[in-house]
């Protein structure tokens, strides 16, 4: 089970942190990427980090802005999100990668219950 917590209201150019936190042994091994929905759109692919940590992607869109990590003892992956825009104001989600492409929905087949954000501008 995935559970992303952390979502809220932020004035442009704030930060927030989101929280996806990780129970049962299925997701031992596996990376975790954060996706996004804003309304009206697709949802649509933000970061990932393997399972060791020590690879991660990024969309270019928010490249230098964000930094996605895990802590495994912790069972928990964060999203910290810096110098938000309007534009990043989204239903955020977790999710366990499986196969495939990182940038395809298609490839998870475990997803938390999504976080709000809003930024205002």
């Known amino acids: 089970q995935l559970q992303a917590s952390g979502g809220g209201l932020v004035q442009a150019g704030g930060s927030l942190r989101l929280s996806c936190a990780i129970s049962?042994?299925?997701?031992?091994?596996?990376?975790i990427s954060w996706f996004r929905q804003a309304p009206g759109k697709e949802r649509e692919f933000v970061a990932v980090?393997?399972?060791?940590?020590?690879?991660?992607y990024y969309a270019d869109s928010v490249k230098g802005r964000f930094t996605i990590s895990r802590d495994n003892a912790k069972n928990t992956v964060y999203l910290q999100m810096n110098s938000l825009k309007p534009e990043d104001t989204a239903v955020y989600y977790c999710a366990r990668y499986d196969s495939g492409s990182y940038y395809y929905i298609n490839s998870y087949n475990y997803w938390g219950q999504g976080t709000v954000v809003t930024v205002s501008s």
């Open positions: 049962g042994r299925t997701f031992s091994g596996h990376s």
């Open positions: 980090i393997t399972w060791s940590g020590g690879s991660t």
